[in-house]
Structures are given as C-alpha cells and as structure tokens.
C-alpha cells in the first residue's frame, strides 16, 4: 500500500506547519525530507493552492546562493531563454530523464561498491572517493559525450520536423537560419 503524502501547510506568516508531526518546520527541515525521498507537498493554508514546486525551488535558490553552485550563470541564462519557446515542455522532460539517469548510474556505483565491500565499510566509503576523484574526469568525458550525442540527436529531430513541416505545408517552407516559417514566393 503506498505511503500517504505528508501534508505541509503555508501559512501567511511564511510558517511552514507539518500536519504529521504538528510542528512548525523550515526550509532545511524540508530539504531533509527531500534528502530521505519523502513524499509530501506543501500548500497554502487558506487556498490550497499546491506551493511545492514553489518551495523546492526556495531550496535550490538557498543551495545555490550558499557554498559551491552547481549552475552556471549560462547555464542558468539558457534555462531562462527556453520559457515561451515551442520546445519549452520538451526540455523539462529531457532534463528530468538525464538527472534520472545519472541517479540511477550512482545508485548501480553505490550498490556495486556496498556489494564488494560491506554496507557500512570504511574501505567501501574510501573506494568511492577515490573512484570519483580518479574516475571524475572520465565521468565527465563520458557525460560530455553524452550530451553532445544528445544534441546531435536534437539537431536531427530538428531537421526531420523541418522535414514533415515542408512536405505537410508545401505552400510554406523553413528557413533553416531563422527556424521560422515564412510564405514560398
């Protein structure tokens, strides 16, 4: 039987109220319950109105603003740049499908590592930072490579939906430049 989500209320005052442990909690309390894979969701106590996604990104800012940031400000700039676009709900699933796959790729390191040399292991703990401090570079070879696989592959489907626009709109064609369509004279 699934677990019911824990319910955490906003109040007006800016106060989060977890209704599972009837306490007043903040926003590192909630990141917690991220870290444990937690299923709750926050909403507004008078409206209702789903506030999770809201609250989460009030995390990544926090996360971000302190310490090492994982997002570059291009990164973040070409984020921005793809709200409004046509290819704005694509991305939000591409991104969450990488992130996926990365986490389960750490998950099969961690699980192989545990299997070798215990659960709880000062040798396994030590492997793993020296695999990541050897292997990071090759990691990030391979995840680069990726990625520009990745695009190669936007790119053609790109092209073929050029492609299908020119044979569905013959009066029409793209401009492969501009990526606009524009009436054939």
Do not use: C
Not at 77 to 106: C, H, P, T, V
Request: charge should be neutral; proline fraction near 2%; charged fraction near 20%.
């Amino acid at each position: 039987m699934a677990t019911q989500s824990r319910l955490i209320k906003k109040y007006p005052n800016r106060r989060l109220y977890d209704t599972r442990t009837s306490t007043y909690i903040t926003l590192a309390d909630v990141k917690h319950l991220v870290l444990a894979h937690e299923n709750f969701q926050v909403v507004e106590a008078k409206t209702g109105e789903d506030l999770t996604r809201s609250i989460l990104l009030q995390i990544i800012l926090e996360e971000e603003a302190g310490g090492a940031p994982m997002f570059t400000s291009d990164l973040l700039a070409q984020m921005i740049r793809f709200y409004g676009n046509a290819m704005q709900g694509m991305m939000g699933k591409y991104l969450e499908n990488n992130i996926q796959a990365f986490s389960d790729m750490q998950a099969k390191l961690k699980e192989q590592a545990r299997s070798m040399y215990g659960e709880n292991s000062t040798a396994s703990q030590d492997m793993w930072t020296q695999f990541l401090n050897f292997q990071g570079p090759a990691m990030q070879h391979m995840m680069g490579a990726y990625v520009e696989q990745s695009q190669q592959m936007f790119q053609q489907m790109q092209v073929k939906m050029q492609d299908q626009t020119r044979k569905m709109f013959p009066g029409l064609y793209v401009d492969s430049d501009s990526a606009e369509l524009t009436n054939k004279k």
